[in-house]
């Protein structure tokens, strides 16, 4: 069962944390949040009770783009879309969840700097839907 981290209340995910949490994934991660802040999309670090841990919603100007939480092993991007925005992903990239209500999850697990480049493909394609 995969483990949470980033789970105490008390200690904000700075850069020390996450890299002290994220071990071998923080280059990845590293990479992503560069990448983020030159796209112009703000990282909020959030910590939420109903999960118990810290999450991170990235948003472009006011669009929420995708969240971020820390798991043992890997980065969780989740993004959300609906049945018409949907459409215009790849299909390589669609793994698609079960509906929350009207909009469609979509989850990648970031594990390796190998994976980046479909994930800034699917922040890409959110970001600059209307």
């Not at 789970?7 to 990479?31: H, K, M, N, V, W």
């Not at 112009?40 to 810290?54: F, H, L, P, T, V």
């Not at 790849?90 to 970031?110: A, D, H, Q, T, Y």
């Amino acid at each position: 069962m995969p483990i949470p981290l980033l789970t105490e209340e008390a200690i904000y995910p700075s850069e020390d944390i996450l890299q002290a949490a994220l071990g071998d994934i923080y280059p990845a991660f590293r990479q992503l949040s560069n990448w983020l802040a030159e796209s112009q999309i703000a990282m909020e670090w959030r910590y939420y009770n109903d999960g118990k841990a810290w999450l991170c919603k990235c948003v472009h100007k006011k669009k929420t783009v995708l969240w971020l939480s820390a798991w043992e092993g890997y980065v969780q991007a989740g993004f959300f879309f609906t049945g018409k925005t949907c459409e215009g992903i790849p299909e390589r990239l669609k793994r698609f969840e079960k509906n929350v209500g009207k909009l469609i999850p979509l989850v990648m697990k970031l594990s390796s700097e190998d994976q980046l480049d479909d994930l800034m493909t699917l922040v890409e394609y959110k970001k600059n839907l209307k």
